[in-house]
């Protein structure tokens, strides 16, 4: 049974360019959080995805958006780059009947 | 405000011996916390967890302690091994059930494992 699965592990993108990172999650979790790890800090809470709609969100501005997807699928979507957006960003998923996340490797943007 | 905070960036100590690993929480209403560890090039792995209805936690060689008086937590590992060496966070979860809420973690401490 795969785990958290994202997409791609690496990449680099210019400022001012938008950016398209994908998440499968867990089998049969139907709840996606995305978090933003810069290096040397802990991960800081993007968004969360349930049922296709956005349920909570933490401090990212309106550049941040994302979308979940029939299949529990989600993408996060940064438009406008900024230098400080080059970060490891995670995406974690859960089940409803049991505690916790499952996260994945994590998507490293670099952004020049 | 909301916070999680680690007391020391960095741990060292010898192979076989016990590692204790400390953080400190600010929001008395918390009340599911969990340890991750994450090693270079992947994502954070759950260790774990513990209610604010229980005091201490034990799973394999690892024991999580929970002072609310104090809000603070520990991570226990005993018999450190090479293994072990990653960074470590603690996570409150808020906003929502155990598996709903967010994470909201500390900066991490790094445990280095000494042959």
């Known amino acids: 049974d795969a785990g958290v699965t994202q997409s791609p592990t690496h990449l680099i993108k210019t400022r001012g360019q938008q950016v398209t990172l994908r998440c499968s999650p867990k089998s049969g979790h139907d709840t996606v959080s995305w978090y933003q790890q810069a290096l040397g800090q802990g991960p800081q809470f993007i968004f969360q995805y349930y049922e296709e709609e956005e349920r909570q969100r933490g401090n990212f501005p309106d550049r941040f958006s994302g979308h979940q997807f029939p299949n529990y699928s989600s993408e996060l979507n940064v438009n406008a780059l900024l230098l400080g957006d080059s970060a490891l960003y995670l995406c974690a998923s859960s089940l409803p009947e049991a505690d916790g996340y499952t996260f994945g490797s994590g998507t490293r943007l670099t952004v020049v | 405000g909301e916070s999680v905070g680690l007391h020391l960036p960095t741990l060292s100590v010898q192979e076989g011996d016990n590692s204790i690993i400390n953080c400190a929480y600010s929001?008395?209403?918390?009340?599911?916390f969990i340890w991750y560890k994450q090693e270079s090039g992947k994502g954070p792995q759950f260790i774990i967890d513990?209610?604010?209805?229980?005091d201490k936690r034990q799973g394999q060689r690892v024991t999580v302690l929970l002072n609310k008086t104090v809000k603070h937590l520990s991570l226990q590992i005993a018999a450190t091994q090479p293994g072990d060496s990653a960074v470590y966070f603690c996570a409150e979860n808020q906003g929502g059930s155990s598996n709903t809420g967010k994470l909201i973690f500390g900066q991490g401490t790094t445990l280095q494992v000494k042959p």
């Open positions: 929001n008395s209403a918390s009340d599911y």
């Open positions: 513990i209610r604010s209805n229980m």
